[in-house]
């Protein structure tokens, strides 16, 4: 299994709609994960970081149930400016620095 | 406030050639990581820096790549000689220890 897992996409939905992608991953004492956002050909930012059991910031909400050893990522009302790629990220348990980055999942807005 | 400076942004040789990546961190960030990403492959930590001194090689793919880091506000990676197989996008990233990681714009690497 791999230590990251998204489904690829590409999700395709109009504008105004409620996207939501998972993200599942194998090590279950990770205790810390992150979104970042990849817009094409250019560089991963982050979006989001999760702790807990989750974290809100505007429109953009990451839920982590840890029993079933996955994160997700719910986007409201999508905007046009949301389409990019989104990558799951869960640092390994020993280590702080090392970053395992998902292969991302494609969003696409359609006006 | 300056972000992660890398250059060049882009970059096309014939394999054999050496080819030198360079990144600026952002001033003050104790951390410094070297990635790379590939369609096949996403994305790949190749060597980690804390405070200048290389803590974590274990993703650079072979001898032909080294990095180094000579002080705190810049940091060099080589490939020498370079082969079609290393064409990637290859990213800089710093940190204030460890997280979060803000990444550079990334250098477009095509080894023909």
């Known amino acids: 299994r791999k230590e990251v897992e998204q489904d690829p996409g590409p999700f395709n939905v109009p504008e105004g709609a409620t996207v939501a992608f998972n993200c599942t991953y194998s090590n279950s004492a990770s205790q810390s994960f992150f979104w970042y956002r990849q817009d094409c050909r250019k560089e991963p930012k982050l979006l989001m970081s999760?702790?807990?059991s989750g974290n809100e910031d505007g429109r953009f909400t990451a839920q982590l149930n840890r029993a079933s050893q996955y994160i997700s990522l719910l986007i409201r009302d999508s905007k046009l400016s949301d389409s990019a790629t989104y990558l799951c990220?869960?640092?390994?348990?020993?280590?702080?620095?090392?970053?395992?980055f998902g292969s991302g999942t494609r969003l696409l807005v359609r006006p | 406030d300056a972000g992660v400076i890398q250059s060049p942004r882009h970059e096309v040789t014939e394999m054999g050639q050496e080819v030198t990546l360079r990144c600026k961190p952002i001033s003050g960030h104790n951390s410094l990581f070297w990635y790379r990403q590939t369609m096949m492959r996403g994305l790949e930590l190749l060597i980690y820096f804390n405070n200048n001194v290389p803590i974590d090689d274990s993703g650079m793919p072979e001898d032909r790549f080294s990095a180094k880091m000579p002080n705190a506000s810049f940091s060099t990676l080589k490939i020498q000689p370079s082969e079609p197989r290393d064409s990637a996008v290859y990213f800089c990233?710093?940190?204030?220890?460890?997280?979060?990681?803000?990444f550079g714009d990334g250098t477009r690497l095509s080894i023909l």
């Open positions: 990233a710093s940190s204030l220890s460890p997280q979060p990681q803000h």
């Open positions: 990220v869960v640092p390994p348990m020993d280590s702080s620095y090392k970053l395992i």
């Open positions: 999760v702790y807990s």
